[in-house]
């Protein structure tokens, strides 16, 4: 009997809108599309994908080597296969989106790519004409057996231009192409000889085609020519010139005046020196002509007499200096001056600058300008000027005078001070200063001065006493204090009346019953500090420009005021003060004072002694404790103490709270200070006189 199989079908939109699950394996069609699916037991219809379409089961290929490809309404159609004797590839070019029909081609130029990576190729022909095969820079051409270059139509192989190697041995091996040896010819280029110079011999031609070299001379030889044979080194005692003529007369140099001086103008040319007068000198002018000279103390730089000035400073000219190159060039430009010392200036003028209030600007210059002025070409360098001695023409104040210095010859022009000091001439005063000046002695200075009487004058006699003494005015430049301590050791017992200094304190001595007191020096800090309220946490009491002191070896008298409130904080804190906070000084501090905590009720400590220098802050710190959290509350400490350091170093006054006061504030009086003054350059110090 006959089998009839029907499978379960439906129009497209029949079976979307049922959207059923087919069981698994079962088939479905849409007899509107002859699509077809198969069920999976779980997936709707929709989930699923066709897996067939009907005209699909129909065979398209007809012959050997046709190829089955999609069309775009999603039926299947062939390719006919390639059928002609010529090699054909299959070529499908799409639209960047969707495919193409496949088509049989031939390759083309265009279808090589232009880089071929690792691959390898049994011959490889190029027929252009100038056909090149090339390799890059950094690549590599590997030949078994030979590379063969033939044609006259400029074949070649081209290397990179960085680098190029030829890897292959046959091309390594330098017997492969390198040149028989044999002579190369005169005519070529070459010696027309195989056989070696002779070191330190001399080259010289055998004929003309050949060379050859002598033998190495010995030391004072010379070549001898030998006609047609070969040069000889020869050992000579005499000289013998031979001439076509022989001068009979001196030749002259004609074209200038007599008693001119020829010299070398040129590399080619001869010039003049015009005829000098008498007592004159040649000068060199260095790469200009010389020139004949009346000779000064300009000529003579190294001299320690210079030549005069015209004029002399009075006053400090101001200005800016410029050192050029160490001295030489240096220029000092000032405001226009036409006169100095009653002298009406001119260009060229020498002038002695020698009231700078930069003393290293001092020196003789050059008047260049009314604005400029150049230190002279014989002062400008430390031999020139040390201990240089030079008079002023003219002047109503300096004119006639002889000034000296005593720069030396190893100090440095544009930073040395140069001080330039009035020759004294004894001749001019009484005959007891000079004697004294020629034997100094208290006696000859009391015979020199005895008599002389008036306001603030000294007066001598069988027992000399002083009326007064009148210090004058200090400046502000340097060294030029009215009166200056220059520092040493302090004596071993006190004397009533000693003012010294150490280098450190300066002390006085009023009297031997009380010992040395310190001429007080304090360094004093004041102001709001940063505030702060984490525990533990070191705050600068003072402002941060101000905060840190540094302090040698000694021992210091310390007082001391703050005063800092906190609200807005119910945490009754203990506060802690250091003396030394985050410093490195070392040392100890005996602390004498009163600290005070609370909100109106003030709760004082008795005088403790703390050493809070050399130990941590919070363990050695001086402590405020508060009665109660109420707001606002206030910490006050005032004392005063006794600083020994020990190890140089900083302080850095801080204070901190041993617990965090939350969301608190803090705020510093107004008159807070520090004043620490020395006392003695030791910091072992337990007394620095009877007194202390």
């Not at 109106?600 to 109660?628: C, N």
Request: glycine share 12%; charged share 5%; net charge neutral.
């Amino acid at each position: 009997m006959s089998i009839q199989i029907q499978l379960r079908r439906g129009t497209a939109s029949e079976w979307t809108t049922s959207n059923p699950i087919l069981a698994s394996g079962e088939i479905g069609f849409e007899t509107d599309t002859l699509k077809g699916k198969v069920g999976n037991g779980s997936s709707t219809w929709s989930s699923l994908s066709y897996v067939f379409i009907s005209n699909s089961f129909a065979n398209p290929m007809t012959a050997v080597g046709d190829i089955i490809y999609g069309t775009t309404s999603g039926t299947a159609t062939n390719l006919a296969g390639n059928t002609t004797s010529t090699k054909k590839f299959l070529r499908q070019t799409g639209t960047g989106i969707i495919s193409a029909a496949p088509a049989w081609d031939t390759l083309v130029d265009g279808d090589i790519p232009t880089a071929l990576t690792g691959k390898s190729y049994n011959g490889l022909t190029l027929t252009s004409t100038t056909g090149t095969f090339t390799l890059t820079a950094a690549k590599i051409l590997s030949v078994s057996n030979t590379i063969t270059l033939t044609g006259t139509d400029g074949v070649s192989i081209n290397l990179g231009a960085t680098n190029g190697t030829l890897g292959s041995a046959a091309f390594t091996a330098t017997s492969a192409y390198e040149p028989a040896i044999t002579t190369l010819a005169i005519s070529k280029g070459g010696t027309g000889t195989q056989t070696a110079p002779t070191q330190y011999g001399l080259i010289y031609a055998t004929s003309a085609t050949a060379y050859a070299s002598t033998a190495a001379g010995a030391s004072t030889q010379v070549l001898i020519g030998n006609a047609a044979g070969s040069p000889t080194w020869t050992n000579i005692s005499g000289l013998t010139v031979s001439s076509a003529s022989t001068a009979t007369t001196a030749t002259n140099l004609s074209g200038t005046t007599q008693y001119s001086l020829p010299y070398q103008s040129a590399s080619a040319t001869t010039g003049y020196v015009a005829v000098g007068t008498a007592g004159q000198a040649l000068v060199s002018a260095g790469a200009a002509a010389p020139a004949w000279t009346t000779l000064t103390l300009e000529n003579l730089p190294d001299a320690w007499v210079k030549k005069s000035v015209r004029v002399a400073t009075t006053t400090a000219l101001g200005g800016t200096y410029a050192n050029g190159t160490a001295g030489v060039g240096a220029t000092l430009t000032i405001t226009s001056t036409a006169t100095l010392d009653g002298v009406t200036l001119a260009n060229g003028d020498r002038i002695l600058v020698k009231d700078q209030a930069t003393t290293f600007q001092n020196g003789i210059y050059t008047r260049t300008s009314a604005t400029v002025l150049t230190r002279a070409t014989d002062a400008d360098a430390p031999g020139d000027i040390s201990s240089g001695l030079v008079g002023v023409d003219e002047g109503t104040v300096s004119g006639g005078s002889v000034f000296t210095t005593y720069f030396k010859a190893t100090d440095t022009i544009g930073t040395t001070a140069i001080v330039w000091s009035i020759v004294v001439d004894t001749s001019q005063f009484g005959t007891g200063i000079s004697t004294f000046l020629a034997t100094p002695s208290s006696a000859n200075l009391a015979t020199a001065v005895t008599g002389e009487t008036g306001s603030g004058a000294l007066v001598f006699g069988t027992s000399p006493t002083v009326s007064y003494l009148a210090l004058a005015a200090g400046t502000a430049t340097a060294s030029q204090a009215p009166l200056k301590f220059t520092s040493g050791t302090n004596l071993t017992t006190a004397e009533a009346g000693a003012v010294e200094y150490d280098g450190t304190v300066a002390t006085i001595t009023p009297s031997t019953n009380f010992g040395r007191a310190p001429i007080a020096t304090p360094i004093i800090t004041s102001g709001a500090g940063t505030s702060g309220i984490t525990l533990n946490t070191n705050y600068a009491l003072f402002p941060t420009a101000a905060d840190t002191i540094t302090l040698p070896l000694g021992t210091y008298a310390v007082q001391m005021s703050f005063l800092l409130t906190v609200t807005t904080s119910t945490v009754a804190s203990v506060l802690n003060m250091s003396i030394r906070g985050a410093g490195t000084a070392v040392g100890t501090f005996s602390w004498n004072g009163m600290g005070v905590a609370g909100t109106g009720t003030s709760t004082a400590s008795a005088p403790t002694q703390y050493s809070a220098v050399q130990q941590t802050a919070v363990a050695t710190a001086i402590t405020i404790a508060p009665t109660s959290a109420t707001n606002p509350r206030t910490y006050f400490v005032t004392g005063t103490g006794i600083l020994r350091i020990t190890t140089a170093g900083t302080i850095i006054p801080a204070y901190q709270f041993a617990a965090t006061l939350t969301s608190g504030t803090v705020t510093f009086g107004t008159d807070n200070y520090l004043m620490i003054t020395p006392l003695s350059s030791s910091g072992t110090a337990v007394s620095t006189g009877a007194w202390a």
